[in-house]
C-alpha cells in the first residue's frame, strides 16, 4: 500500500500545477500527526471516499504554494472549513457565528427566532 505521505505528495505537485503555484516539497517535509492540530481529532485514513477525520495537505499561505514551511496535515474537516480564506476571513467568519448564536436560536444552520434576552 502507497505511504500517505508519498500519495500527498503526488496529489500536491498535481494540485500546485492546475493552481499554478510553486512546488518544491520532499516525502520527508511531511510531517502526519496522530490527531489534527487545529480540532485534536484523531487522523485516519478511510478506505474509499475520505471522510472528516482523513489526514489533508494545506498551504497555509495559499498563494505561497507547497514548499516547506507553507504546508501542514491537518483533518479534511479543518481544511475544507478553511478553504482559502484569510485569516482575517476566518476571525470574521467566526466573529459572525459567536454573535449570532448568542442572539438568535439557530436549528439546523437556520436562524429560527430573536431571543428577547440573549444574555
Known amino acids: 500500500m502507497e505511504d500517505i505521505r508519498s500519495r500527498m505528495l503526488r496529489g500536491a ?3 500546485a500545477r492546475k493552481a ?3 512546488f518544491n516539497l520532499k516525502r520527508e517535509d511531511i510531517q ?14 478511510s478506505p474509499g471516499r475520505a471522510g472528516d477525520n482523513n489526514p489533508s495537505l494545506d498551504r ?3 498563494a ?7 504546508v501542514v496535515v491537518v483533518s479534511l474537516r479543518a481544511n475544507r472549513a478553511k478553504a482559502d480564506l484569510s485569516i482575517e ?5 467566526a466573529d459572525f457565528y459567536a454573535v449570532s448564536l ?5 436549528r439546523h ?11
Open 64 to 70: 505561497d504554494g507547497y514548499v516547506p514551511g507553507n
Open 20 to 22: 499554478g503555484v510553486p
Open 102 to 106: 448568542k442572539t438568535s436560536r439557530v
Open 32 to 45: 502526519v500527526p496522530t490527531h489534527c492540530p487545529i480540532l485534536g481529532i484523531p487522523l485516519l485514513r
Open 109 to 119: 444552520g437556520r436562524r429560527t427566532r430573536t431571543l428577547k434576552d440573549p444574555a
Open 89 to 93: 476571513e476566518l476571525r470574521a467568519v
Open 13 to 15: 505537485r498535481l494540485r
Open 60 to 62: 497555509i499561505v495559499p
